[in-house]
């Protein structure tokens, strides 16, 4: 297989979707498992709350995983459109200001007349692309990735009510396995920016813990 497929293979998900996917299921799960009442919850209020937290997530990755799909077809379709009306012009003029939208608004700005010439001559070139086949096999890997890593999410923090001899046990280990899967989460995002990991750390965990708090008093 040849370099750029394997590489292009690999970022189905690059790492801040994965980390988003895995710290949404993880903030869906931690506010079934932080309603439950230390001093009041019994077995069947647990199995209640690990269910419900189990096909919420199930609910949620897949629609997280067809919303993935649907984002993905409506981009490839806008740079379907796009490549055909680069291909449609004949005014360099407005072939570079098509260039220029389409690019992140700072690149956009800042490209020069001869990197816009240089964009549309190597665009000019690619193949055509069917609009019917819009997605492929990869994109869909990737919505399984969004599905699976979502509805995996919540068992790192719910297993504990299933192993643990007492709820408030319990909920000790699954809030500390939270706050680890929180920090590691902000740690790769960190390492991902090239800016300090363990700031990062620390700050999706007191991200993710308001984003909790504020979820359950909103009634999530």
């Given at each position: 297989m040849p370099e750029a497929e394997r590489d292009r293979r690999a970022r189905v998900l690059d790492p801040v979707e994965r980390v988003s996917e895995v710290i949404f299921g993880l903030l869906m799960a931690l506010t079934f498992t932080g309603s439950l009442s230390v001093a009041t919850a019994g077995r069947d209020e647990v199995r209640t709350m690990m269910a419900a937290a189990l096909g919420c997530n199930l609910a949620w990755g897949l629609a997280d995983a067809v919303m993935y799909l649907v984002r993905t077809a409506t981009e490839r379709a806008r740079a379907v459109n796009l490549l055909a009306r680069l291909r449609g012009t004949t005014s360099l003029t407005a072939a570079h200001a098509l260039i220029a939208e389409a690019l992140p608004a700072r690149l956009g700005a800042g490209a020069t007349p001869v990197a816009l010439e240089s964009f549309r001559k190597h665009l000019l070139a690619l193949p055509e692309v069917?609009?019917?086949?819009?997605?492929?096999?990869?994109?869909?890997?990737?919505?399984?990735?969004?599905?699976?890593?979502?509805?995996?999410?919540?068992?790192?923090?719910?297993?504990?009510?299933?192993?643990?001899?007492?709820?408030?046990?319990?909920l000790r280990i699954s809030r500390i396995v939270a706050v680890a899967m929180l920090f590691t989460a902000g740690w790769v995002l960190g390492r991902y920016a090239g800016s300090s990991a363990w700031q990062a750390g620390i700050a999706m965990t007191a991200v993710g813990m308001a984003l909790v708090g504020a979820i359950m008093v909103l009634g999530g």
């Open positions: 069917p609009a019917r086949r819009l997605l492929g096999r990869d994109d869909f890997a990737g919505a399984l990735g969004v599905f699976l890593l979502v509805v995996l999410a919540t068992f790192p923090v719910v297993i504990p009510f299933a192993l643990a001899d007492t709820t408030a046990h319990a």
